[in-house]
């Protein structure tokens, strides 16, 4: 799996415009092909700050979005932002889920 993490730091007066770009890019990146998840967070003290964390199945999905015209629109947002553009690409080859969680603390309540 591959993760793709864009965080974008907004010019106050363009929160608006830039949600409204993100906004129209959920409905149909969720379509992609290879697309897991589309996700969208806004910064919790000054909504100016938005995370997409974005899951692909392998990396030839990914390059495939990040050549498609609905990421050149969302490129075309860089001159609404305070700062550039901060991206990362993460290569996931191993998960863990709730059942780790339950099986560590299920181990630490029967010491103590």
Same mark, same amino acid.
């Given at each position: 799996?591959?993760?793709?993490?864009?965080?974008?730091?907004? %010019?106050? +007066?363009? +929160?608006?415009? =830039?949600? +409204?770009?993100?906004?129209?890019? %959920?409905?149909?990146?969720?379509?992609?092909?290879?697309?897991?998840?589309?996700? =969208?967070?806004?910064?919790?003290?000054?909504?100016? =700050?938005?995370?997409?964390?974005?899951?692909?199945?392998?990396?030839?999905?990914?390059?495939?979005? %990040?050549?498609?015209?609905?990421?050149?629109?969302?490129?075309?947002?860089?001159?609404?932002?305070?700062?550039?553009?901060?991206?990362? %690409?993460?290569?996931?080859?191993?998960?863990?889920?709730?059942? =780790?969680?339950?099986?560590?603390?299920?181990?630490?309540?029967?010491?103590?």
């Amino acid at each position: 799996m591959i993760i793709f993490r864009i965080i974008m730091s907004v %010019i106050p +007066q363009k +929160q608006k415009e =830039v949600m +409204q770009t993100l906004l129209s890019m %959920i409905e149909t990146a969720g379509k992609e092909k290879g697309c897991l998840s589309f996700e =969208v967070f806004c910064d919790i003290d000054g909504k100016t =700050v938005f995370n997409l964390i974005e899951e692909w199945e392998t990396r030839e999905d990914l390059d495939h979005h %990040i050549r498609s015209e609905r990421f050149s629109v969302l490129l075309g947002t860089r001159s609404l932002l305070v700062k550039p553009l901060e991206m990362k %690409i993460y290569t996931v080859f191993y998960s863990e889920g709730i059942e =780790v969680i339950d099986a560590l603390r299920s181990k630490s309540n029967s010491k103590g």
